[in-house]
C-alpha cells in the first residue's frame, strides 16, 4: 500500500513530464539503464514518502549518502534515482534507470520545478532574506496584498499559510523547505487560487540552491548580522549565500535596505551587475524610499511619513519600533514595483500583527506589560528591547538566552546588548538541545555582567525565570520575553517539551495571585510525537 502522502502538500493532480524535457533540465545526466516510456510523475529525497512514478533524489548527507536508500525508493514505486557519482557506487542493480550528475542538488532543484509545472510562473513572487525582519515583512507584505483583494499564500518560520489561513503539514522548523517539496508546495497554491506568493528565503536555502528553479518578481534584503557561523562559519560566506538571491537567475527586482552596512555593499554589487533592478530603502540616507520622520503611536504602534517615488505618504502602522518601520517601507516598496498603489496596500500594513513578533501578552488585571519577541541574535534583542523601551514608562525587564548546538560566540554578545537596553535582565534556558543549560546560561551571564548598567539575574529553567521576571515587575513595567516568540516547544536533548511563552507567563501570573492560569501539558511532558 503506498503511504499516506496527504500531509506533504503536494498539488492534487500532476502532470508526466518526459524523459527528454527532464534530461535538458538536468544537463544530459549520465544514465544506466533504459528510461521507461511513462516519463516522471514526483520527486523527493526522501524514500519514505515517494509516491508511485517519483524520482527519488539520493544526496550525499552528514552520516548517510540518500543512495544507500534507493531500493526501498524503489520498492515504494519510484521509477528511477538521480543521484551523484559516489551515490552511484552505492546503489545495485534496482531495475530502474539511475541518471548521474555531478551536483545532484541543483539538478533536483531544477527538476523539481519542471515536474511540478514551473508553479511560480503562476504567480506574482516575493522573496525576503537577512538576519532579522524577515517573518515581519513577509507578513506586512501579506497584508497589504489582502487589502487590494488578492488571494496569498505565505512561506516561513512561523509555517505554511494561504489567503490568511494556516496549511496542515508536517513540516520541518526550517524556513525554507528542500527544493521537492517547496515546488510543490508553490503548486498546491497555485491550484487553489493563489494569485501571489511570499516567501522568506534562508541562507541554508540559497547555499544549498533550495530555490533554484524559483523566480522572484522582487525579493528584498533585510539586514545582516551574526547568526548561522555555526553553519557558515565566517560572515563573509554568510553574506555571499544571503547574495545569491539577488542574481538575474533568481530575481527580477532587489529592494536593499541600505542603512545597513551590507545591505550598501550588496546595492554596489547590484548596480554593478545588470540584469536585476534595485529599489533602495532608508531611515537615515538617500534613497528611493526614505523615512522622513516617525514617531511613536499609543505605546505599541508607529506613525511614519515616508519619501516614496510617488511623494510623500504617512503610514500608520500597529507594529513598534524603528526596526518595524524599517520592514513596513521594504514591504511598501516591494509592492508598489510588483505594481500594488499605495492607498490599496496601506490599509493592510497599518492593520497587520505578527504572532510572536513584538506580540502583546494580555494576563490579566494590575499586570505589566508583557510582550513576545522571537529575537534570539544580538542584532535583533537590541531592536527589541529599543522599541519595548519606548513603550513602557516604568522598568524594563527582559528575560531570554541562547540555543544550544548553535554559533556560541553570539552567547556573551547577547547578553551584552540586554544589560545595555534594560533595566532587569533575566537569563534563561532557550533550547538547549544536547548542551547543558547551565553553561549556555553562564556564557549569556557573563557577556551580561561585563557589559553593566543591569541588573542581571540567573533565573534559572524557563518558566522559573518567567516567574522570577514577572514577581519583580510593578504595573507599570515591561517584561520582555524573548528567544522563542511563536514557536509551543522546547527542544531539549532530543525531545520537543511543550512549552509557549505566551501561555506561560499567563500561568505564572495567576499563580504568583492565586488564580488558576490556562491549561497546559505538565512540566516536561514531551510532545515530540
Avoid at 514526483?42 to 527519488?56: E, F, P, W
Avoid at 522572484?216 to 548580522?225: I, R, S
Avoid at 520592514?327 to 499605495?342: K, S
Amino acid at each position: 500500500m503506498s503511504p499516506d502522502t496527504s500531509h506533504l502538500l503536494r498539488p492534487a493532480t500532476v502532470g508526466t513530464t518526459p524523459w527528454e524535457q527532464l534530461e535538458e533540465v538536468l544537463g544530459h545526466p549520465r544514465i544506466h539503464g533504459e528510461l521507461p516510456g511513462r516519463g516522471v510523475r514526483g520527486i523527493t529525497l526522501d524514500s519514505r514518502q515517494v509516491s508511485a512514478g517519483d524520482l527519488y533524489v539520493g544526496l550525499p548527507g552528514t552520516r548517510f549518502h540518500g543512495a544507500s536508500f534507493a531500493a526501498a525508493a524503489v520498492a515504494a514505486g519510484a521509477c528511477a534515482v538521480l543521484t551523484d557519482p559516489r551515490g552511484e557506487a552505492l546503489i545495485d542493480d534496482q531495475g530502474v534507470p539511475v541518471l548521474v550528475v555531478a551536483d545532484p542538488r541543483v539538478a533536483m532543484a531544477r527538476a523539481s520545478a519542471l515536474i511540478f509545472g514551473e508553479p511560480t510562473r503562476r504567480m506574482t513572487m516575493y522573496g525576503i532574506t537577512g538576519t532579522n525582519g524577515k517573518t515581519t515583512t513577509a507578513f506586512l507584505v501579506e497584508a497589504g496584498l489582502r487589502a487590494a483583494g488578492l488571494r496569498a499564500g505565505t512561506i516561513g518560520t512561523i509555517g505554511y499559510r494561504l489567503d490568511g489561513r494556516p496549511l496542515p503539514s508536517a513540516r520541518t522548523t526550517i524556513t525554507t523547505p528542500e527544493a521537492p517539496d517547496l515546488q510543490a508546495l508553490f503548486a498546491t497554491m497555485a491550484d487553489a487560487g493563489a494569485t501571489d506568493t511570499v516567501m522568506e528565503v534562508s541562507s541554508h536555502a540559497l547555499a544549498m540552491h533550495r530555490v533554484d528553479g524559483t523566480r522572484f518578481d522582487v525579493a528584498a534584503f533585510t539586514n545582516l548580522g551574526r547568526d548561522h557561523l555555526d553553519y557558515h562559519k565566517t560572515m563573509e560566506a554568510y553574506f555571499q549565500a544571503k547574495a545569491r538571491l539577488f542574481t538575474p537567475e533568481l530575481t527580477r527586482a532587489a529592494v536593499v535596505n541600505v542603512d545597513d552596512e551590507y545591505g550598501r555593499r550588496l546595492a554596489e554589487i547590484i548596480r554593478a551587475e545588470d540584469g536585476v533592478e534595485l529599489i533602495t530603502t532608508s531611515v537615515d540616507a538617500a534613497s528611493d524610499y526614505r523615512v522622513a520622520s516617525w514617531q511613536a503611536r499609543g505605546g505599541l504602534g508607529s506613525i511614519v511619513q515616508v519619501e516614496t517615488p510617488s511623494g510623500l505618504r504617512e503610514l500608520p502602522l500597529s507594529l513598534p519600533g524603528e526596526f518595524n518601520v524599517r520592514n513596513a517601507v521594504m514591504a511598501l516598496a516591494m509592492l508598489e514595483r510588483a505594481g500594488h498603489g499605495f492607498d490599496d496596500v496601506a490599509p493592510g500594513l497599518a492593520q497587520a500583527q505578527v504572532p510572536g513578533r513584538m506580540e502583546r501578552v494580555d494576563i490579566g488585571p494590575g499586570a505589566p506589560e508583557v510582550l513576545v519577541d522571537f529575537a534570539h541574535t544580538p542584532q535583533a534583542i537590541g531592536s527589541a528591547l529599543a522599541a519595548a523601551r519606548t513603550a513602557t514608562a516604568g522598568r524594563l525587564i527582559a528575560v531570554l538566552g541562547a540555543g544550544g548546538d548553535r554559533d556560541s560566540a553570539k552567547r556573551g554578545p547577547m547578553g551584552g546588548v540586554a544589560a545595555e537596553h534594560a533595566d532587569v535582565v533575566v537569563v534563561t534556558d532557550d533550547n538547549p538541545r544536547t548542551e547543558d543549560p547551565q553553561t549556555i546560561r553562564a556564557a549569556v551571564l557573563a557577556g551580561a555582567r561585563e557589559r553593566g548598567g543591569a541588573e542581571v539575574v540567573d533565573g534559572g529553567d524557563r518558566r522559573t525565570a518567567i516567574r522570577e521576571a514577572l514577581a519583580m515587575a510593578g504595573d507599570t513595567d515591561l517584561v520582555a520575553v524573548l528567544g522563542k516568540g511563536h514557536e509551543t516547544g522546547q527542544l531539549v536533548g532530543d525531545r520537543v517539551l511543550e512549552f509557549d511563552d505566551r501561555v506561560v507567563t499567563g500561568q505564572e501570573w495567576a499563580r504568583l495571585h492565586g488564580s488558576p492560569g490556562p491549561a497546559q501539558a505538565q512540566d516536561g511532558e514531551d510532545i515530540t510525537a
